[in-house]
Structure formats: C-alpha cells, structure tokens
C-alpha cells in the first residue's frame, strides 16, 4: 500500500507540474473602458461588431466643435470626411466658385440622412456617404436592428451555450438540452491539504491522481507518506541527518496519533528503525544534536543540546571533547570528562546543558566529542 501512494504522489506532481499559463492582454471600448482578457480570447473580443480594440481609440474633432472616439486604424477614413486630431489643424476649405444662377430649372437639394455610432454619437452627412459610414460600424439612425431568436442550452455537464434556434435539434441530438441539468457533485482531498469539488463521475480520474473522498485518508497520507513523513524521513536518513529524519516522523506520529489509522504502528515501527540506525552512528545512547560558546554573568560557557536516542530513561551521562579554533587547530584538550546529572530524560526527549570553559569565542567549534559513560534510570550502565 506505501508504494501505490509513493506513485500516485509522483503522478499528481508530475501532472500539476505540467500545467502552463497563458499571459492577459489588455483590450479598449470607445466609451473609455478597459478588459485584461487571455490572449486565447483576443480574436473573439476584437471581431467586428464587438467594440472591443487592440490599441487605445482615438479623440478626433469636427469644425463645429463636436468630437468622437474612433479605432486608431480609422483615423485616416474619418479624416477623409471632414474630422482631425487636435493636434493637427485643418485645412481651411477652399472658396466656393460663383456659381451662376439658372433660370430654370431649379438645382436639386443634396439630400443628407442622419447616422449613429455605438457611442450614441448622432452626425448628418450626405445620402452618398452612407455606405462608407456604416463600413466604420455607423448605422442609420432611423434603423432598426434585427437580432436573430438565440435560446440557451446545456450540456451534460451543466455547460451552458447560447445558440441560434435554428441548431436547436442539431444540440438536442449531441444530448444537450433546454433545462440545467443537475450535476451530483463531491469534495475531494490531496495529501497536501487542497481540496476541490469535482462531478461525481470524475471521481475515479482524481483517485488515481492520489486524491481522496475522505480528508482523513488524504491527511494519514500526507503524513505517512508525504515529504513531511516517511518519504522526507528516509531522504535524511540516507544523508545521516538523522536529528531532521526524526522531527519528520515525530511530527506524522503526533498528527495521526489519536486516530485508528493503520499507520500509526507502521510509523512507530519506523521511529525505532531510525532510531537503531541512529544509536549506529553515534555508538552512544545519546546524540549531540549542537553546540555554542557564550559568556554569562562573567563565566565563559559552552552550551550543548543533545536527545535521548535510547528506549530507556536516563539519569546521567560523561563526555569528553576538544575546543579547538576555526581552523581546527585544538586550543583546549578536556582530558576530564564533563557530566550531566538527575535528568530523568524521557526516550527521544531533547536538552540542553552548559558548562565552563576556557576558551568561549563564537569562531571555536568542538571537534574528538564522545559519550563515555550513561547511566539509566534503572541504575544500568552504558559506557564506552
């Protein structure tokens, strides 16, 4: 059972590192608004008839004061007709000719229509212009848009699309179909705490991605066999950071502890493994995690933490070691042992002890430690 989570673990990390992410493009309407859309959806947010832009519209203006918001690649087609940015200063128009006055007939007035932007903007322009204002998106004032009948429809997943009514028995033959389906749903759970609703039906895809319908199934893995429990432990393990390997395994035990799981006992059984490999490598009952050198109320001291390895209590215990400068040059041989009394140490409990020394300077370290002597609450003795 520990190797299928292994795999699955790797499998749902090998697939979530897989995913990419589009970047967002920034879009504009003539009315001065803005959209961040994903640069998969530019093409259908700029298509005609949208009003939505690539580039910032433009301001332009009209002799008689009046000013509009065009598309920038228009510019030059309303110059065409009479507008112009305000930078720029219009030609003047040139002076009409005389024109002579017929005694008959009568000339025609030049009939004008009234057409309108999207931005409401209403202009008049002459009736032989009309067809070059509706190619920059103007229409006739005085018309009215047809839309064709839509009607919505889902799929069986409860997608939802809005189609033209006459495709209507085209989607019902796909299975889609007039009213919301309801979509059975549930919560799923992954060793590393996330959690996610997903469609009933799907459920068997999550599982095999290492996702579990019970939280506590999900948190037990995570903490037997996520990189905070076994997987972590035996990583350090294997680098003999052993003092890391054990805070990992603690940690799952106290996590799950209190509960009927199944891998209580197999994390316990693996603490006495680490800890038996551990006792190995320190040939003592104790294990000397670290040390500093300080200065105290006028005393020059060196200060060690060191934890319990054993199964057994123990009551007292000897070392001998060297201080000894940067370089590793030995500047202080304790040919005297240093000891440790009435600790009543619980198994795997952590302390702390200090004592004098000559030579406390933050640069030293300790090299040539050994644990000589321990002396068990039950009077037994460990000594080297």
Not at 113 to 139: C, N, Q
Not at 276 to 303: H, R
Not at 351 to 362: F, I, L, Q
Request: glycine share 4%.
């Amino acid at each position: 059972m520990k190797k299928a989570f292994v795999s699955l673990v790797l499998v749902a990390c090998l697939l979530m590192s897989t995913v990419a992410y589009a970047t967002d493009v920034l879009l504009y309407a003539l009315d001065g608004r803005t959209i961040a859309v994903n640069e998969n959806e530019v093409e259908a947010y700029t298509a005609e008839g949208m009003g939505w832009f690539l580039n910032k519209p433009v301001e332009m203006y009209a002799l008689d004061g009046r000013t509009i918001m065009v598309p920038q690649e228009s510019v030059e087609a309303y110059k065409s007709v009479g507008w112009f940015l305000k930078d720029e200063t219009p030609a003047p128009a040139p002076s009409p000719e005389p024109t002579p006055v017929p005694e008959t007939p009568a000339q025609p007035v030049e009939k004008r229509v009234a057409v309108k932007y999207t931005d409401s903007t209403v202009v008049s322009v002459p009736e032989i212009h009309v067809e070059m204002y509706k190619a920059l998106g103007w229409v006739v004032a005085d018309e009215v848009e047809v839309k064709a009948e839509t009607v919505v429809m889902y799929n069986p997943d409860g997608v939802e699309k809005e189609i033209d009514v006459k495709d209507v028995a085209k989607y019902e033959q796909a299975g889609w179909v007039k009213t919301k389906p309801v979509v059975k749903k549930m919560m799923v759970y992954s060793y590393d705490g996330q959690s996610k609703e997903i469609p009933e039906k799907e459920y068997k895809t999550y599982e095999a991605q290492g996702w579990y319908h019970a939280y506590d199934a999900a948190v037990y893995s995570y903490a037997v066999f996520g990189l905070n429990g076994e997987k972590g432990a035996q990583a350090l393990m294997g680098e003999k950071k052993y003092e890391e390997a054990f805070l990992k395994v603690q940690a799952a035990i106290e996590k799950i502890e209190e509960t009927n799981s199944e891998y209580v006992p197999m994390l316990h059984y693996m603490r006495s493994l680490l800890m038996n490999d551990w006792q190995k490598a320190e040939d003592a009952p104790i294990a000397m995690i670290e040390y500093e050198f300080t200065e105290k109320s006028g005393n020059k001291l060196v200060i060690l933490d060191y934890r319990n390895i054993s199964n057994n209590r123990i009551q007292s215990f000897k070392v001998n070691f060297d201080i000894c400068a940067a370089d590793g040059t030995v500047i202080e041989t304790n040919s005297v042992s240093y000891s440790a009394k009435n600790l009543e140490m619980k198994p795997f409990e952590k302390k702390r002890c200090a004592w004098k020394v000559e030579n406390c300077d933050p640069t030293n370290i300790i090299k040539n430690l050994h644990v000589i002597e321990v002396v068990f609450s039950d009077e037994t003795k460990w000594a080297k």
